[in-house]
Every structure is written in structure tokens, then in C-alpha cells.
């Protein structure tokens, strides 16, 4: 079993940036496929960043891509999101996931085994 904990979220002005952290235990991540999700008022979660088990398939919408950058750091058991240039629709509860498939390419919640709690992210216009 494995336990995910966000941290990093916050308000902050359009134009900004914000560093999420999600702390893994329970077991190594290190196999894993990692992905950022998030998720509106109203709205189904979406993807926002996934990365494979080495870090060679990372993966982006459109919606972020050139904002966002994700990072997984194997020996501390962590994963990162970087989020620059923040806009006012970013604003969302943000959710780290895990995934038992290593090879990466998963961009749906079904495919997902382990969830965070979520760290909320408020972006002001």
C-alpha cells in the first residue's frame, strides 16, 4: 500500500508560480508511473502531468504544457510539479497519484491505483 501526501498549494496571483510536493510512503514509488491531476468545482479531474518510471515518457496537456513541468526525485520517494505562469483557470484541488504500471502513458483517473488528498491551488486574476 501506498500513501500520498500533496503540500505546495496556496493562493497566488495570476502570472505566478507554485511548487506542489507530493510525499510518498508505504513502500518505493520507483516502479511506479506518477501523475498530477486536478480537479474544479463542477468539473471532472483531468490530468495535468504524468511521468514514467524513469522519467523518459512524460506527459502534458495542452492546457499546461510549457507551464508545467514534472520532476520525480526515486531515492527521497517524491514527486514535484512546477507550475509557472499560473492563470485563473488552473485554480483547482490538485491530486498526486500513483500507478503500478511503470512504463508511463496513463492520462485517466481509472488507471490509477493510489490517491492523495489534494492540495488546493487558488489563482487570483
Known amino acids: 500500500q501506498v500513501q500520498l501526501v500533496e503540500s505546495g498549494g496556496g493562493l497566488v496571483q495570476a502570472g505566478g508560480s507554485l511548487r506542489l510536493s507530493c510525499a510518498a510512503s508505504g513502500r518505493t514509488i520507483s516502479t511506479y508511473t506518477m501523475g498530477w491531476f486536478r480537479q474544479a468545482p463542477g468539473k471532472e479531474r483531468e490530468i495535468v502531468a504524468a511521468i514514467s518510471w524513469r522519467g523518459r515518457n512524460i506527459y502534458y496537456p495542452d492546457s499546461v504544457k510549457g507551464r508545467f513541468t514534472i520532476s520525480r526525485d526515486n531515492a527521497e520517494n517524491m514527486v514535484y510539479l512546477q507550475m509557472n505562469s499560473l492563470k485563473p483557470e488552473d485554480t483547482a484541488l490538485y491530486y498526486c497519484?500513483?500507478?503500478?504500471?511503470?512504463?508511463?502513458?496513463?492520462?485517466?483517473?481509472?488507471?490509477?491505483?493510489?490517491w492523495g488528498q489534494g492540495t488546493q491551488v487558488t489563482v487570483s486574476s
Open positions: 497519484a500513483a500507478s503500478t504500471v511503470a512504463t508511463g502513458g496513463q492520462i485517466n483517473p481509472h488507471e490509477y491505483n493510489y
